[in-house]
Structure formats: structure tokens, C-alpha cells
């Protein structure tokens, strides 16, 4: 156990034991309400973190978190949309309210922690009302790494809290033995390596590359693929990985194998986190004549649509997380402002991300200009305002509405004909979350047209859009449905593919690729695609 986990974990068993406890640090939510049923929100809300110096001569200071990132920001908004529409509703939790706190990972698993031993709390850290009674908090909508939620739903499932996350697909969650309490409404990896398997099948690219990251997500999905390849007749030329602390010469030596390998489709199993210096290290080496196969953790990052990058990644395609429909959602973006909320951090460096200015003076040594706070949200803020094919933001939205479902149902139960002991009901005033877990394995409902429940393993229904990037009007990349991977259909017609309407590596207009023919029948004699061959 590490030490700054042994520190949060003493931390918070003492504050439970202690009426009179001190607060070693304070650690806010970014947003909170109060309700009948509380709820938390865990969302990598920057992306890089600065870790305090642990050397035992002096207390150390809290884990600094750097980097806001617009898009994950989007998604807490979309939960806190989520709860008061909701609240407003007459049909769904009728004379109840939801309440939240919505907490800061970092997008790290070390900060992870911090966020679900937080959220886990009162109002704030110092509140202990745990041990007197039915948890304060129901459910947790987190968390986006697989990483994360790894270490939040180990913490969790201690109180047999259930989370359902929006954007983990590690296939090792789906493990009901070692993580009880974790639902998502994304598919697993299971499935989209099935997908991946079947694509390569279609178009006969039977020599191919991977790269994957450094995490168990990389590991994973690599591991899957490779078990769906098995006897298909598609071999693996090599496999590379990403270190997880980025290394330009590590990277140099990857790029490398890609050149002087016949190989030419390249199957990238990563974060963007840290594909982005990957990517720039591509780029600055001018390699070209790669078709990339993106995995769902990258294939609709804004990050990469920039015009600069299209001779490079123009023709990737991947399976994304299928979009939906929030409908006040790009309205309820652009109330958010430093005029409505003034002392909230996060809208302040929302602005200085937009703008690159502060509508108040800054004390934390970050100078920016000031500006009034009243400027406008526009459609070129895209990181922030893409509403128009919302998808880990749906995902988010599903999940809210999956934990309202569930207590609606709980709520609606007739004594006597319960589901726990002697048929009995739970108490409306005194919900413990394993019984809002029974409901939520039980629910069902529709929402924006698609139907949303989860299996025993707390997966849901399996379905990705096929997603081709596109030369826009204006240079940039654009993000073209292709296709899609429906897992309900039929065994044989999961995958449906609009050739005629993908762009190709190269601005070709069909799909080819160069194999090395000796090595691949090497490799199909030795009945062993897991060799690296070079």
C-alpha cells in the first residue's frame, strides 16, 4: 500500500472515530447540491498532476492538479443537467429530489482515491455521518480511465457503493467477483475487440500492428484481441508499447518498427492522454502511409481534429461510443459563466482555457488577463461546445438516469411484496446503497430511443459507431459515421459497413495494404500470431 493511500485511508477511518478530528488538507467538490438522495460524480477535470514533495522532514502539501480540460468539464455539467432536469420532473421521483457532489480526479488513480474517499463523506470532509446510519451517498457516476475506476470501485465495494462509469471498458471490470459494485454504460472491451476482429476479417487486413499504453486498459484489450484472432488467418506483426511516463526516444524506436515493417494497418489501443506527445513525435518525423485502427478511448478526441494533423490521420477508423440526444444541453453550457457562479474555481479556469484570460485577479500565481466574464460561448470553443453528437457526455447522462430509474422503483415498492426479507420494502428515509444496487441490476427504460439495463456483470448492451476521419471544408478533421457494431443483432450481422462512403490513408478510395508474404505464411505454418517478427 502506498503511502499517500495508507495516509487518505488513516485520514478518513479517524474522522469517523474522532468527534473532534482535524482536516489535514481541504478538498472541495467542483459542484454541490443538496437533495433526498445524494449522488457523486467522480471526472478527470484536468489532466495532469503535480505530486507534492514526500520526503518525511515536513508535512506535505496536497496533490496539485494542473491542466482544465474543457471536454471532461462538459461531462459534470451534463450530470448536473442531468439531476435537475430530473428534479423538475413529475413522472420520474415525484415530492423527491437528487442531490450531488461532483469531485476532481486528475485523471491519475492516486487522485482518484482522494475523489472517492471525498465524495463518500457529508457535505464536506469534516461531516462523519457514515457510521450513524445508511450511507449519505447512493451511487457514484464515475469514473472515465479504466485505471480509476479500478481503485475507486475497490474503495467502494467495501460499502457496497454502487458506481456506474461512463467511459471505463477495460474488459478485467466485468469481473463481478473482485469489483461487485461496478456497472458502466459502455461497453466492454470484450466487445470491441470482437468488433476490431471482425473489421480487420472484412477488408482481409490479415498483417497488422499494435500499439497499445502502458495500463491495464492497453494490456487488456491487446490480450482480447489476440484471443479473437486466433485461427482467423490475421497475424500480428509486432506489438509496442506507449510507456506510461512518455519517452520521445522510446517513441523514436517505436516509429521505427512501423517504418520497416510491411505492415501498414496499425491497430493503437491507448488513452489520448498519452497519444497526443506520441502522435506530435509522429508528426514532427513527417511518417506517413499508416492506416490507423483507433480504439474507443481515442477515436472522437477533439484533440486531434486540427487541420495539422490530417495528412497524418486522415483515413483513421474506429469504433466509438455510440451518440445520443441530450436535448437542452448546448443551452445549459452557455449559462455557465464566472457571473453565475463567481467563486467556483473551475468556471474561472473554464474561461482562461476559452479566452486565455480571468475574470477576477488571480491569487495562485497564474497571470492572465482580465476580461468582464460576460464574453460568449461560441461553436469554436469545440472542446467545450460539441453538443451535436454527444456521446461519453450521453454515456454520463444514462447513468444519472439509470440511478433515478432504480429509485424511482424502489420508491414505487408495495409492502409486502418487496424484494428483501419478508418481502419486505426499503425504508424511503433511510436508503442503504446495496439496496438501490438490487434496483439498479433490475432496471429497464428508454431513453433518446435506446433501451438501457446491464447483464449480471453489470455490462451493457454492446453497440459502436464505425467512425472515419474526414478532410473537412475548411483543412480540419472531421468525424464521419461509417457504420456501426450492433451486439444484439444476430451472430454474423453484428457489423454493417457504408464502404462507399469511407476515406482511406492517403485520400485512396479503397482499402490496401502490403504484407510481407514470407513472414505472413510463417506465421500462418506456425499456428502463432503472438510472435513478434521483424
Not at 88 to 97: D, G, I, K
Not at 286 to 303: F, R
Not at 343 to 358: A, F, H, M
Not at 399 to 422: D, K, R, T
Request: charged share 15%.
Amino acid at each position: 500500500m502506498t503511502l499517500p493511500f495508507l495516509w487518505l485511508l488513516v485520514l478518513h477511518i479517524s474522522k469517523a472515530s474522532d468527534p473532534h478530528c482535524t482536516l489535514q488538507n481541504n478538498f472541495q467538490p467542483g459542484f454541490m447540491a443538496g437533495g433526498d438522495f445524494v449522488i457523486g460524480g467522480i471526472f478527470p477535470l484536468h489532466y495532469n498532476q503535480e505530486m507534492p514533495d514526500l520526503n518525511c522532514t515536513y508535512k506535505p502539501g496536497q496533490v496539485q492538479c494542473n491542466g482544465f480540460d474543457p471536454r471532461a468539464f462538459r461531462w459534470a455539467l451534463t450530470m448536473k443537467l442531468a439531476v435537475e432536469e430530473i428534479n423538475n420532473s413529475t413522472e420520474l421521483l415525484p415530492n423527491h429530489t437528487l442531490g450531488y457532489k461532483i469531485f476532481d480526479s486528475c485523471a491519475y488513480p492516486l487522485t482518484g482515491q482522494r475523489a472517492a474517499l471525498a465524495v463518500m463523506n457529508g457535505p464536506n470532509e469534516a461531516d462523519r455521518p457514515m457510521c450513524s446510519g445508511a450511507s449519505p451517498m447512493l451511487a457514484i457516476i464515475g469514473e472515465s480511465g479504466s485505471a480509476q475506476s479500478i481503485v475507486v470501485s475497490r474503495i467502494l465495494q467495501h460499502f457496497r457503493i454502487p458506481m456506474i462509469s461512463y467511459f471505463s471498458s477495460c474488459a478485467c471490470l466485468s469481473n463481478r467477483r473482485e469489483f461487485p459494485t461496478f456497472f458502466r454504460v459502455i461497453p466492454s472491451d470484450a466487445y470491441q475487440v470482437k468488433a476490431i476482429a471482425k473489421l480487420l476479417l472484412h477488408f482481409n487486413w490479415t498483417w497488422v500492428g499494435v500499439v497499445r499504453g502502458d495500463h491495464e486498459y492497453g494490456r487488456s484489450a491487446l490480450q482480447g484481441l489476440l484471443k479473437e484472432l486466433e485461427g482467423t488467418g490475421v497475424c500480428v506483426a509486432y506489438q509496442e508499447m506507449i510507456p506510461l511516463l512518455y519517452d520521445s526516444q522510446r517513441a523514436v524506436e517505436i516509429f521505427r518498427v512501423m517504418n520497416s515493417s510491411s505492415a501498414r494497418v496499425v491497430v493503437v489501443f491507448s488513452a489520448e492522454g498519452e497519444l497526443t506527445p506520441f502522435l506530435r513525435d509522429y508528426m514532427e518525423l513527417n511518417v506517413t502511409g499508416i492506416q490507423w485502427i483507433a480504439s474507443e478511448a481515442w477515436v472522437t478526441a477533439a484533440v486531434f481534429t486540427g487541420s495539422k494533423y490530417y495528412p497524418f490521420l486522415g483515413g483513421t477508423i474506429g469504433f466509438g461510443i455510440r451518440q445520443g440526444y441530450i436535448p437542452k444541453l448546448r443551452e445549459y453550457l452557455t449559462t455557465v459563466n464566472p457571473q453565475r457562479y463567481p467563486t467556483n474555481p473551475l468556471v474561472q479556469e473554464l474561461w482562461g482555457s476559452l479566452y486565455g484570460c480571468s475574470p477576477f485577479s488571480s491569487s495562485n500565481g497564474a497571470q492572465l488577463p482580465l476580461c468582464t466574464g460576460h464574453e460568449t460561448i461560441s461553436k469554436q470553443h469545440f472542446a467545450y461546445m460539441n453538443t451535436s453528437s454527444p456521446r461519453i457526455a450521453y454515456n454520463v447522462y444514462k447513468g444519472v438516469y439509470a440511478i433515478a430509474h432504480s429509485l424511482h422503483n424502489l420508491i414505487s415498492c408495495n409492502p409486502g411484496n418487496g424484494p428483501f426479507s419478508n418481502s419486505t420494502c426499503a425504508d424511503v428515509t433511510k436508503v442503504f446503497p446495496w439496496q438501490l444496487q438490487h434496483y439498479l441490476q433490475e432496471v429497464s427504460f428508454t431513453i433518446s430511443g435506446e433501451m438501457v439495463n446491464f447483464d449480471t456483470k453489470g455490462d451493457s448492451i454492446p453497440s459502436y459507431d464505425l467512425i472515419n476521419w474526414q478532410k473537412g471544408t475548411e483543412g480540419n478533421i472531421e468525424l464521419v459515421k461509417v457504420g456501426m457494431f450492433d451486439g444484439a443483432r444476430e451472430p454474423g450481422k453484428e457489423l454493417v459497413i457504408y464502404e462507399m462512403a469511407i476515406t482511406w490513408s492517403g485520400d485512396q478510395t479503397e482499402a490496401s495494404c502490403s504484407q510481407n508474404v514470407v513472414q505472413y505464411m510463417r506465421c500462418l505454418l506456425l499456428k502463432f500470431c503472438r510472435v513478434k517478427w521483424r
